[in-house]
């Protein structure tokens, strides 16, 4: 069974639209993490959270946010969709951050913006 | 920040044989590299890793080496089998940070 849920698994959206990723773990760990994954920029970092609070961040548009209502979970909220936001979203998670783990990655969730 | 570079894109080899991909990296505070694995579809996945205090670690057949003054690191995969077939991701931590600084990744095709 997967320990980090990313729901939905595809998503199609409009241009201007918003939508929310979900991500929940089951793993216990301390630190989670968003990553996006497109053609055009294989993996890249976007955020990390630690006990639900902003470590890092580097995504340049404020149109992506993510939301910690829980400690295991972080939602990604992105608003004003555009057409190159379409990648695959992937959490992550590991036990703390700062200490040199690689983190789990989800199933991640596809999103194609038309 | 952090760069890193990973060669080569694509890699083809016949089954049985070893395939080696490399990667270097720019910021000498990096101390952690950890290696992925991802098939169509599906999200990477941790294959091996190795932190700056070793320049070598073997498991189940994949070998990582380190070689620090040359910024330098490498997966090497002995005895390939088809479902070695994959994307391949090496990726690097910088000191003091928590995120993961990925290279382009390497498509391993191992053919019959």
């Known amino acids: 069974d997967p320990k980090i849920i990313q729901k939905p698994k595809y998503l199609v959206a409009v241009t201007g639209s918003e939508k929310i990723l979900i991500c929940e773990q089951y793993l216990g760990h301390n630190a989670m993490y968003w990553y996006r994954q497109s053609a055009k920029k294989p993996l890249e970092f976007m955020f990390s959270y630690s006990y639900q609070k902003l470590m890092d961040n ?11 209502s829980k400690k295991n979970h972080l939602d990604l909220q992105i608003t004003a969709l555009k057409p190159d936001d379409s990648a695959t979203y992937f ?14 990655f989800g199933e991640g969730t596809r999103l194609s913006v038309l | 920040g952090e760069q890193v570079e990973q060669l080569p894109s694509i890699l083809r080899v ?23 694995k991802q098939e169509p579809g599906e999200n990477p996945k941790l294959i091996i890793d190795i932190r700056s205090n070793m320049e070598r670690k073997q498991t189940q057949g994949l070998i990582v080496l380190l070689d620090k003054k040359a910024k330098r690191f490498s997966l090497h995969i002995t005895d390939t089998q088809p479902g070695d077939s994959a994307m391949y991701f090496c990726a690097a931590i910088t000191g003091g940070a928590d995120r993961l600084t990925f290279g382009k990744g390497t498509q391993l095709i191992i053919q019959p």
């Open chain 1, 58 to 68: 580097q995504t340049a548009s404020s149109r992506f946010q993510p939301q910690s």
């Open chain 1, 91 to 104: 959490c992550a998670s590991s036990r703390d951050s700062y200490n040199n783990q690689a983190p789990l």
């Open chain 2, 14 to 36: 016949q089954e049985g044989s070893s395939a080696s991909i490399n990667c270097t990296y720019e910021n000498s505070a990096s101390n952690y590299f950890p290696w992925y």
